[in-house]
């Protein structure tokens, strides 16, 4: 499985991004997609995840309201939506996906198989 992200850029606070992750290889119905940053000195953490199978989405608690995920499985791709933009959601995104995550291990990087290569969110102030 391969994943490219993309959608990154430069807004200002309280401006809209829209992040694109394209699956492709071996892609099934049945994977899971997350969406994950990291931003400079810190780790990389959760910010939305996408059980492909039935749809069911959740999120970091700071992102929630804020950011929608969603998926097409047809176009293997899942798109995440950032409004109301703010400095602190600055990082490289990065979107995973895997087969065989469960609930519990939604918001772990560790359970994820597959990674893309990253796209940066810069906000200013």
């Known amino acids: 499985v391969q994943l490219q992200a993309s959608g990154g850029g430069s807004v200002h606070t309280g401006g809209s991004l829209r992040l694109s992750c394209a699956a492709s290889?071996?892609?099934?119905?049945?994977?899971?997609v997350a969406w994950f940053r990291q931003a400079p000195g810190k780790e990389r953490e959760f910010v939305a995840g996408?059980?492909?199978?039935?749809?069911?989405?959740y999120y970091e608690e700071s992102v929630r309201g804020r950011f929608v995920i969603t998926r097409d499985n047809a176009k293997n791709t899942v798109w995440l939506q950032m409004d109301s933009l703010r400095p602190e959601d600055a990082a490289v995104y990065y979107c995973?996906?895997?087969?065989?995550?469960?609930?519990?291990?939604?918001?772990?990087?560790?359970?994820?198989?597959?990674w893309g290569q990253g796209t940066l969110v810069t906000v200013s102030s």
């Open positions: 290889g071996r892609t099934s119905n049945q994977y899971t």
């Open positions: 996408i059980f492909r199978s039935y749809g069911r989405s």
């Open positions: 995973a996906t895997s087969a065989t995550v469960i609930l519990s291990e939604l918001r772990s990087a560790r359970a994820y198989a597959y």
